[in-house]
Structures are given as C-alpha cells and as structure tokens.
Nanobody, 122 residues
C-alpha cells in the first residue's frame, strides 16, 4: 500500500555530482523522518543522513559539506544532492521513511525503497 521508489543513480567521475530522488506513494496520511542509507559491496548498510518533517537535517561525518538532503512535502519526495563525489561514495543508496497510512493512523510504519546504484570512478 506504500511504496518508496528511488531514482537518479548512475555512473559519475570523481568530483562530479548526482541528485537522487525518493518518492513515496500509496495510502499516506503523513510522513515523519525520511532518511538515506547506503551499502557498498562487502560492507554493512550505513546512514548517510536524514530530514524530519520540519526540515531539520543530520548527516554522517563522511558526507558533511558535500551532500544535502531536502524534501518536498507536497510531493512526498526526499532528495539527496551529492557533490564532490569520491570513489568511496560508490554504493547502493536506499531511502527509508517513517510513514503513517490512512488505514492505521496510530502506527508509524517503517518503509524501504529498493535502492539505486551510484558508482564513482576515479
């Protein structure tokens, strides 16, 4: 009933930029925090950063000053602007959101997208 779909991944040279999007759809009543994670080959999934409904953001130290998270509440979409990309940013990027559905307004469900691949060449 709720889907998160990421887009915008691709191959980019080091120093380049990409903008990822994550759109939530379905029977949504409200969305709380929206968060980006990433998982590199052979590594655990790690937090990139997140944004709450009021717009306050937080970032992992490894991306501070290079990545910016924003959201469009009218479109139920969160964005990840990635600048000055490095080869170590190569990973599958996942979107996560805390969503209250119209059918269960007392519950904040935890939803994940299927991910989008980002590859940064040196």
């Amino acid at each position: 009933q709720v889907q998160l779909v990421e887009s915008g991944g691709g191959l980019v040279q080091a120093g380049g930029s990409l903008r990822l999007s994550c759109a939530a759809s379905g029977t949504i009543f409200s969305i709380n925090a929206m968060t980006w994670y990433r998982q590199a080959p052979g590594k655990q999934r790690e937090l990139v950063g997140g944004i709450i409904s009021g717009g306050i953001t937080n970032y992992a130290d490894s991306v501070k000053g290079r990545f910016t998270i924003s959201r469009d509440n009218t479109r139920n979409t969160v964005y990840l602007q990635m600048n000055s990309l490095k080869p170590e940013d190569t990973a599958v990027y996942y979107c996560n959101a805390g969503i209250v559905t119209t059918q269960a307004r007392g519950v904040i469900g935890n939803y994940w997208g299927k991910g989008t691949q980002v590859a940064v060449s040196s």
